[in-house]
């Protein structure tokens, strides 16, 4: 992409409603735009780190063996009256009148509508195990939308729903999530933290939330250090496999890590020595369930089981929130000049700055570079406007291009160009073609 033909409105003030770091830079960056308390519209560049997000989030997904399917965002409320919630809910649900008067609502969640799908074709045990999931916006009327992408109104969320035959497979289900999870927010270069959390209104006893780590996070929790050690790095895993799978959800959640609705300071002081006793604040960036039959019952989906006897299906569901992990991206990779873009979720792989525009040797290095990487398989944005170094400095390291690649007349005239590092500021003198092969090899493993 060029720059002097994207679409990049970058802010130069500092806009006065943002309160946290990542919403300033969400804003100042181009990437939202708000159009309501709490509804955003995504611009080209904030649109693309949330296509990257939503595919890595897919790609685990698959992975882990679960199907993905698309929902309306739009739900009758018949089927939260089956379910008792329709009138649980409360007001942060958006409810909605059609022209023939009938009542719907806008989707916070979609426990009954799967239920539902769910219900109308499978009959028998030996279509199970069973996991859809979906990424599609929710919407819920919060009371104070707050921090731009991080507690929104309307968001994107990736919500699976398992179905199982026994508590033990639902158990599994469970458990293969957490591990997919594990594995999803670590390509993204994030640690997520799975912890011991309340259910709230999707009900049921077993869920852990997963938290970053950061101070302007909504949550506290409290935690044993070490489990900041762990890493779910490329080990490789069989979802299939009930004890490995279990034996990771062991490791990860043996240590005491919890938020506040389930924090008890006396199993805390018990089991934790103190100099590893940990309390801070984190950002919820994804949550399991297990609940059980709390759906399958009333809503009467069963299958016949092996004796042909019919029986309500365990099941859970399983949330990531994709829209909110850009705001804990950033709060997480930033320093005062910017976004610092993990590899993993870049919008563009690497920038391209001409310091000498119109400049034919230095032009044609760019074009060169850029044909270069484009035939790596690499997107890059190639800043060809006709501004100052210092501007295209700061536009490159306001947005957070991991790497960004600079040609000047003066190292051209010895066949050089300089390829510097976001995260640590250090460059490199390279050839352009050993530049465009240094950039190929670090996003060969993503
Ligand atoms: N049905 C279940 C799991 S599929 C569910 O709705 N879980 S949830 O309520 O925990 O939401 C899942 C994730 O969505 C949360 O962990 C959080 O990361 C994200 N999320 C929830 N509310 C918001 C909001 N108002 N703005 C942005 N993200 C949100």
């Known amino acids: 992409m060029r720059l002097s033909r994207y679409f990049l409105p970058v802010l130069k003030e500092t806009p006065a409603e943002a309160q946290i770091v ?11 735009k708000q159009e309501s308390a709490g509804i955003y519209a995504w611009l080209p560049m904030g649109y693309r780190v949330l296509r990257r997000i939503e595919q890595i989030v897919h790609e685990e997904q698959q992975r882990a063996g679960h199907i993905p399917l698309l929902m309306p965002t739009l739900q009758p409320a018949d089927l939260w009256q089956e ?34 799908i769910f219900r109308s074709y499978v009959r028998s045990y030996k279509d199970l195990p069973l996991t859809l999931y979906h990424i599609q916006w929710k919407f819920r009327d919060e009371i104070r939308p707050r921090f731009g992408v991080m507690r929104g109104r309307e968001f994107l969320m990736k919500d699976g729903y398992n179905f199982d035959l026994t508590r033990e ?16 927010y670590e390509r993204m270069g994030l640690q997520a933290i799975p912890m011991r959390a309340e259910s709230g209104p999707i ?15 909504e949550s506290e929790v409290f935690y044993d250090s070490e489990i900041t050690d762990l890493r779910f790095g490329d080990r490789e895993i069989d979802y299939d496999d009930v004890a490995q799978c279990r034996a990771v959800l062991e490791e990860f959640t043996s240590r005491y890590a919890r938020t506040d609705d389930t924090h008890d300071a006396a199993v805390f002081e018990a089991q934790v020595p103190e100099a590893r006793r940990r309390q801070a604040r984190g950002i919820e960036v994804g949550q399991i369930f297990y609940f059980g039959t709390k759906y399958s019952e009333p809503m009467g989906a069963t299958v016949a089981d092996a004796d042909g006897r019919q029986v309500p299906v365990h099941m859970g569901s399983h949330g990531i929130g994709v829209s909110r992990l850009l705001g804990a991206l950033i709060e997480a990779n930033h320093d005062d000049a910017g976004i610092i873009w993990p590899e993993g979720v870049t919008p563009f792989h690497c920038g391209i700055v001409n310091l000498k525009q119109g400049d034919a040797a230095t032009d044609a290095a760019c074009d060169g570079l850029y044909r270069g990487l484009v035939a790596k398989g690499l997107e890059p944005l190639y800043d060809d406007r006709e501004e100052r170094a210092g501007g295209k400095f700061a536009t490159m390291d306001l947005i957070g291009l991991p790497w960004r690649i600079t040609v000047g007349p003066r190292g051209l005239k010895t066949g050089i160009v300089e390829l510097t590092s976001r995260r640590t500021g250090e460059s490199e003198e390279l050839t352009p073609e050993l530049a465009v092969a240094r950039v190929a090899e670090i996003y060969a493993g993503l």
Do not use: C, K, Q, W
Request: aromatic share 8%; proline share 3%; no cysteine.
């Open 22 to 32: 990542s919403h300033r830079l969400m804003l100042r960056a181009g990437m939202i």
């Open 83 to 116: 379910s008792g919630r329709y009138n649980a809910y409360g007001p942060e649900m958006l409810r909605i009148r059609d022209r023939h008067d009938r009542d719907m609502l806008y989707g916070p969640t979609n426990e009954e509508m799967i239920t539902d």
């Open 169 to 184: 497979d639902a158990l599994h289900a469970y458990n293969r999530h957490l591990v997919s999870y594990l594995r999803t």
């Open 203 to 217: 009900g049921g006893d077993d869920t852990h939330e997963f938290l970053v780590l950061a101070e302007t996070g």
